[in-house]
């Protein structure tokens, strides 16, 4: 396809609940990136929604990543420039935040701040029903498996205002 076609391709996948990513819906790259042909060369999704976003190359040792942690995600509010580095540095973060549940200490990762407490708790609730695997809540709430495994494990799930 051409670059227009992915361009509009993208806008006709349906959002999904709560996170509203575009999860792209035809081939994937290696390790689970949406995988495009264009001009007869595999691209990954993510980078090239993002060169269009940024009307420019990605720069050199910069990546596309996602806020939303959904690889297959192709919605461009959610794919930002970093470095590997800044990767590490977020999640690094939101480890530390672990020890100071609900408190708003620093900055929130983005996925914290859009995901309801509400939301957070009903996940826990569902998987402690013990029917549901992860990826089988992340498929109703549209989100990936270790986000869903994120939450669970609690890592940097805090709900908010439990805590001051
Ligand atoms: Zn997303």
Known sequence: MTIEEFKSHCL???PQPVLNCRLWDKGLSGKGY??????GKMHRGNRVILSLKLRRKIR???QALHTCDNRRCVEEKHIYEGTPKNNIDERTKRNRHRSAFGSE???ASHLKNILKPKTIKAIKAL???DELT???IGKKYGLSR???CKIILDTHWSVRGTAS
Request: cysteine-free; proline content about 0%.
């Open 105 to 107: 200490n620093g900055k």
């Open 60 to 62: 050199k040792g910069f």
């Open 12 to 14: 006709q996948i349906k």
């Open 146 to 148: 270790s986000t869903v």
């Open 34 to 39: 949406a995988g495009v042909w264009i001009d």
């Open 134 to 136: 992860y990826q089988q």
């Open 127 to 129: 998987y402690a029903k």
